[in-house]
């Protein structure tokens, strides 16, 4: 039962090169969520996916695109990497309406 | 756009010592949300709270969601070296999508 699996755990990437970051989730939960924590800042909302076959803007989503393959995976997608996005990545995901994220162990992703 | 502000931002405490940190906004949210992180893991749901005036055990945490739907606390009772790490408040706006902001997280340091 491993809840919310993230890969890879580390990355590090060149200026200029594009990667995809999975996160896929046996809760059967509709809702699933990418995050970034940079220090100082918290975890702020990339882009998140309501259901199946919808994705939505969250607070940051410049530079990168997602894409909800199914109910259990949610991908992020950098096209071109830049140092501003050396961060921790974190997929989440959400079952009853009002209730807890469930939030995945992270990507460490470095850009240089 | 909504903000939570937490404070304090750090703490060292004696083992055994009582804990206390709070989370305001300017906004009003549906559900408060309190989540510990641990070094290169994501955070771990704590406790919830889903209705003004709600007070909430969980072992030695306790958490309260303001009477005004502004604020939230949480208590550590007799800290242990074990509950070192960083708490982040999280609170859910919105209606039907109901998303999740983050504070800016409390780090805790207990001397033994």
């Known amino acids: 039962n491993a809840g919310v699996t993230q890969t890879p755990k580390f990355q590090v990437l060149k200026t200029g090169q594009s990667m995809t970051l999975q996160c896929a989730q046996d809760?059967?939960?509709?809702?699933m969520y990418w995050y970034r924590q940079d220090p100082g800042m918290g975890l702020r909302l990339i882009y998140y996916?309501?259901?199946?076959?919808?994705?939505d803007k969250g607070e940051v989503p410049n530079g990168y695109n997602v894409s909800r393959l199914n109910k259990r995976e949610f991908s992020l997608r950098l096209e071109s990497a830049a140092p501003s996005q050396t961060s921790v990545y974190f997929c989440?995901?959400?079952?009853?309406?009002?209730?807890?994220?469930?939030f995945g162990s992270g990507t460490r992703l470095t850009v240089v | 756009g909504q903000q939570l502000n937490q404070s304090p931002q750090s703490m060292f405490i004696q083992e055994g010592e009582d804990v206390s940190m709070n989370c305001t906004s300017s906004s009003i949210f549906n559900t408060w949300l309190w989540y510990k992180q641990d070094p290169g893991e994501g955070p771990v749901l704590l406790i919830a709270?889903?209705?003004?005036?709600e007070l909430t055990s969980n072992g030695r945490l306790t958490a309260q969601f303001g009477i005004t739907r502004k604020d939230s606390f949480l208590n550590i009772s007799a800290s242990i070296p074990s509950d070192v790490g960083i708490y982040f408040c999280?609170?859910?706006?919105?209606?039907?999508?109901?998303?999740?902001?983050f504070g800016k997280g409390t780090k805790l340091s207990v001397k033994p």
């Open positions: 996916s309501a259901s199946e076959g919808t994705t």
């Open positions: 809760m059967n939960h509709n809702s």
């Open positions: 999280a609170g859910i706006y919105g209606g039907s999508q109901g998303n999740l902001i």
């Open positions: 709270l889903y209705k003004a005036g």
């Open positions: 989440a995901t959400r079952g009853r309406a009002q209730g807890g994220y469930t």
